[in-house]
T-cell receptor, first 113, second 111 residues
Framework: GAGVSQSPSNKVTEKGKDVELRCDPISGHTALYWYRQSLGQGLEFLIY????????KSGLPSDRFSAERTGGSVSTLTIQRTQQEDSAVYLC???????????FGSGTRLTVV | GEDVEQSLFLSVREGDSSVINCTYT??????LYWYKQEPGAGLQLLTYIFSNMDMKQDQRLTVLLNKKDKHLSLRIADTQTGDSAIYFCAERVEYGNKLVFGAGTILRVKS
């Protein structure tokens, strides 16, 4: 597609429920990233996929968080047993490998009540 | 380790120049970036500079890099109300594609 598409744009969930966030990167971009933006905070790196290589999961805050990327394209970030501190905007980005910066999606605003 | 610091807030009058500053710690940074985030939107890449450059100009934007002091700045000439946004500095470290972001600087432009 023309840009990075994320869905849903907003999600309100009850504490303890599982949520799935979706990212559809730019066609042909081999790298895909998930970041989290909390109020007043910078962007916190979560996970990075590059082609068929094993993902860099070093930023995932707990084992409740997982992500997969199917067929080298669409990615899903799953948060199990959501907690209030998971409330944030979850941003997805994609890029070609190289010096170019990322192209970000508009994000999913997650609110855990 | 990797750390990027920015001042949190800057207020300027329309027509003035804005200078947003950033410091980073990783001397192996290869590229440094400035992103803009408008309310309710994702981050938009404004400009980037390779670590062997000390200046880059792109229309109203001027990026200055002092690699010795690990200091990066973004100057916006003739600042407009449409420039009001959060500006993020980011560094790309040598060993990967991951970008490390600062907390962002809120730029408020008063008319």
């Amino acid at each position: 597609g023309a840009g990075v598409s994320q869905s849903p744009s907003n999600k309100v969930t009850e504490k303890g429920k599982d949520v799935e966030l979706r990212c559809d990167p730019i066609s042909g971009h081999t790298a895909l990233y998930w970041y989290r933006q909390s109020l007043g905070q910078g962007l916190e790196f979560l996970i990075y996929f590059q082609g068929n290589s094993a993902p860099d999961k070093s930023g995932l805050p707990s084992d409740r968080f997982s992500a997969e990327r199917t067929g080298g394209s669409v990615s899903t970030l799953t948060i199990q047993r959501t907690q209030q501190e998971d409330s944030a905007v979850y941003l997805c980005a994609s890029s070609l490998v190289g010096f170019n910066g990322y192209t970000f999606g508009s994000g999913t605003r997650l609110t855990v009540v | 380790g990797e750390d990027v610091e920015q001042s949190l807030f800057l207020s300027v009058r329309e027509g003035d120049s804005s200078v947003i500053n950033c410091t980073y710690t990783d001397s192996s940074s290869t590229y440094l970036y400035w992103y803009k985030q408008e309310p309710g939107a994702g981050l938009q890449l404004l400009t980037y500079i390779f670590s062997n450059m000390d200046m880059k100009q792109d229309q109203r934007l001027t990026v200055l890099l002092n690699k010795k002091d690990k200091h990066l700045s973004l100057r916006i000439a003739d600042t407009q109300t449409g420039d009001s946004a959060i500006y993020f500095c980011a560094e790309r470290v040598e060993y990967g594609n991951k970008l490390v972001f600062g907390a962002g600087t809120i730029l408020r432009v008063k008319s």
